[in-house]
Nanobody, 122 residues
Framework: QVRLAESGGGSVQAGGSLRLSCSAS????????MGWFRQAPGKEREGIAS????????YYDDSVKGRFTISQDNTKNTAYLQMNSLKPEDTAMYYC???????????????WGQGTQVTVSS
């Protein structure tokens, strides 16, 4: 399986921005997409963003649409998540993923990163 490593998490005040990065150990191969999940304490893990490695089409959950942007650099086997206008409810552990079909559906995921914490204070 492809190994994934996230970076860029931290603490920020409401309204601020963070940029998360996800580096893959090699070309993601059979995986058609990369994406991001998050899990807040006491809540289910949710897929929030996905990007197809060929063509670059994106999908966002309604909770982040208009505020977060997913992108990729296939020459570096890297995906990014630009997070703007952050809210306290965005506080969660964020996980990079690689998988098939859409990478916001948990059953489609083949590889998971270790997670990076994002904390947004009011």
């Amino acid at each position: 399986q492809v190994r994934l490593a996230e970076s860029g998490g931290g603490s920020v005040q409401a309204g601020g921005s963070l940029r998360l990065s996800c580096s893959a150990s090699e070309n993601i191969g059979i995986n058609a997409c990369m994406g991001w999940f998050r899990q807040a304490p006491g809540k289910e893990r949710e897929g929030i963003a996905s990007i197809y490695r060929v063509g670059g089409s994106t999908y966002y959950d309604d909770s982040v649409k208009g505020r977060f942007t997913i992108s990729q650099d296939n020459t570096k086997n890297t995906a990014y998540l630009q997070m703007n206008s952050l809210k306290p409810e965005d506080t969660a552990m964020y996980y990079c993923v690689a998988g098939r079909r859409r990478c916001t559906v948990e059953d489609n995921i083949n590889s998971w990163g270790q997670g990076t914490q994002v904390t947004v204070s009011s």
